[in-house]
C-alpha cells in the first residue's frame, strides 16, 4: 500500500513565478492536510480539504495561495507570484478522517531564488 | 496557532540512556499524538492516547497525559543511535479541526 506521494520532491522557482506542489494521499484516505515548516521549526497548519471541500483554510494566506482536492487526482497546493518567504518545506499528510493518525509525505522542498 | 510547547528544544544523551520529552498544550483536547521526523524525512506517528488515557505504552515508548496540568510526556528508554531524530506532540481538539504541531524537541543519541 503506497504511502503519502509529494512531487516534486525539491522546486526552484525565481520570484514571481507560480509553484504547484501535488499531493496523492494514501489510497482509501479523503481527508488531506497541508503543513508548512521552516528549517528547525515546528509545523504550521494551512489547509484542510475532504474530496472537493476545504474544511478548514484559516493558516493559509489571504493571498497567492489557494489549494484544491479534485474529485479525481492528486491535491494541489498552489502558490501565486512566489517570494522569497515562500521558500520552505511543504509537507501533505492524509488520514482516512479527522482527529485520527496522521501519514505524512516526504514533503517539497520549495527553494525561491 | 502553535498549541504545543516541546521541552526541551534540545536533547544529547548517551546510547543505553533514557530520554524524556515533555510537551505542554493550552486548550482542551481529544487526544495528543507524538510524532517523530527524521532529517529531511516526513513525519512519522509514534503513539496517540485519548484524554481519558493516563499512560500507554508502545515498545521502548512510553508516553503519559495529564490533562489537569494540560501536559504529556514522551519517554524512550535504552535509547539508540537510530532514535537521533526530531520529536513533535500534535493536539486534536474536536470535530473538523486539524492536528496542531509544537515545534519540537531535537533528539541526539550518541554512540
Excluded at chain 1, 80 to 91: E, H, K, L, P, T
Excluded at chain 2, 5 to 34: F, H, R, V
Excluded at chain 2, 39 to 66: A, F, M, Q, W, Y
Amino acid at each position: 500500500n503506497a504511502g503519502v506521494m509529494q512531487n516534486p520532491r525539491h522546486l526552484v522557482r525565481r520570484r514571481g513565478q507560480e509553484a504547484r506542489l501535488r499531493c496523492s494521499p494514501m489510497k482509501g484516505h479523503s481527508h488531506v492536510y497541508w503543513y508548512r515548516q521552516l528549517p528547525e521549526e515546528g509545523l504550521k497548519f494551512m489547509v484542510y480539504l475532504q474530496k472537493e471541500n476545504i474544511i478548514d483554510e484559516s493558516g493559509m494566506p489571504k493571498e497567492r495561495f489557494s489549494a484544491e482536492f479534485p474529485k479525481e487526482g492528486p491535491s494541489i497546493l498552489r502558490i501565486q507570484q512566489v517570494v522569497r518567504g515562500d521558500s520552505a518545506a511543504y509537507f501533505c499528510a492524509s488520514s482516512p478522517g479527522p482527529g485520527g493518525t496522521l501519514h505524512f509525505g516526504n514533503g517539497t522542498r520549495l527553494t525561491v531564488t | 496557532s502553535q498549541q504545543g510547547e516541546e521541552d526541551p528544544q534540545a536533547l544529547s544523551i548517551q546510547e543505553g540512556e533514557n530520554a524524556t520529552m515533555n510537551c505542554s498544550y493550552k486548550t482542551s483536547i481529544n487526544n495528543l499524538q507524538w510524532y517523530r521526523q527524521n532529517s529531511g524525512r516526513g513525519l512519522v506517528h509514534l503513539i496517540l492516547i485519548r484524554s481519558n488515557e493516563r499512560e500507554k505504552h508502545s515498545g521502548r515508548l512510553r508516553v503519559t497525559l495529564d490533562t489537569s496540568k494540560k501536559s504529556s510526556s514522551l519517554l524512550i528508554t535504552a535509547s539508540r543511535a537510530a532514535d537521533t531524530a526530531s520529536y513533535f506532540c500534535a493536539t486534536f481538539s474536536s470535530g473538523n479541526t486539524p492536528l496542531v504541531f509544537g515545534k519540537g524537541t531535537r533528539l541526539s543519541v550518541i554512540a
